[in-house]
């Protein structure tokens, strides 16, 4: 059974700092991945996705996400923060088929 | 162009009445998706259907929900006997392809509240 645990419930950065949103998640065989950020009264926007190609995946807005296999994770990454990245981010599972799985998601906070 | 479009944004039902959520999606898409999206606890696929399907391909165990798609760009998600816990935040969602490793665009929600 595939499952996704978004560590952070909330993430605090100062405007130009680093960001880092965990994600792990657990699966059968060889999954799909991807981020999805929601704005408030916004819908879902995808953000990247893995898909066994390069495990580094680059996304829209300066994001990026490494796959690692052997720690099962999919963290998300940006090396300098912007006050419009304040948003929830959702971490998203799904093997072959038609569903996915999402994390409970990470509000992200970004502070001037 | 156009995106993923939701109606109501915002309905309040009575335990145990009917409800229908409507949703526009991409003209072109071939398959719908429905997601419930519960404060900290994630989303969870609901139903879809691909193309042509008028009813929904996989459901919730309850059964009390339900989607159908009287056009091709149309998809009604209907819960009935609302309970308490159906409130939640319901998405909509398209995608141009079949199956989950493609890009599904998300319509901006419908808030439900069951009082």
């Known amino acids: 059974a595939q499952s996704v645990t978004q560590l952070d419930s909330h993430v605090s950065v100062s405007e130009g700092t680093p960001v880092l949103l965990r994600c792990n998640y657990s699966?059968?065989?060889?999954?799909?991945l991807f981020w999805y950020v929601q704005h408030p009264n916004k819908g879902l926007q995808l953000l990247l996705k893995?898909?066994?190609?390069?495990?580094l995946v680059k996304g829209i807005n300066g994001f990026e996400a490494e796959f690692k296999k052997s720690e099962t994770s999919f963290h998300l990454t940006k090396p300098s923060a912007h006050m419009s990245d304040a948003a929830e981010y959702f971490c998203?599972?799904?093997?072959?088929?038609?569903?996915?799985?999402f994390g409970a998601g990470t509000i992200l906070r970004v502070k001037s | 162009g156009a995106g993923v479009s939701q109606s109501p944004r915002y309905k309040v039902a009575k335990r145990g009445r009917d409800v229908a959520l409507r949703c526009d999606s991409i003209?072109?898409?071939?398959?719908l998706y429905w997601y419930r999206q519960t404060l900290g606890q994630g989303s969870e696929v609901l139903t879809y259907?691909?193309?042509?399907?008028?009813?929904?391909k996989s459901g919730r165990p309850s059964g009390r929900f339900s989607a159908e798609r009287p056009e091709r760009s149309v998809s009604t998600l209907k819960i009935q006997r609302t309970e308490q816990g159906d409130s939640a935040v319901y998405l909509c969602?398209?995608?141009?392809?079949?199956?989950?490793?493609?890009?599904?665009?998300f319509g901006p929600g419908t808030r439900l509240t069951v009082t």
């Open positions: 998203v599972v799904s093997e072959y088929g038609n569903k996915l799985v």
């Open positions: 259907s691909q193309s042509d399907a008028q009813r929904d």
């Open positions: 893995y898909t066994s190609a390069a495990t």
């Open positions: 003209s072109g898409h071939v398959t």
């Open positions: 699966s059968s065989y060889s999954p799909s």
């Open positions: 969602a398209s995608s141009p392809r079949t199956g989950m490793v493609y890009e599904q665009y």
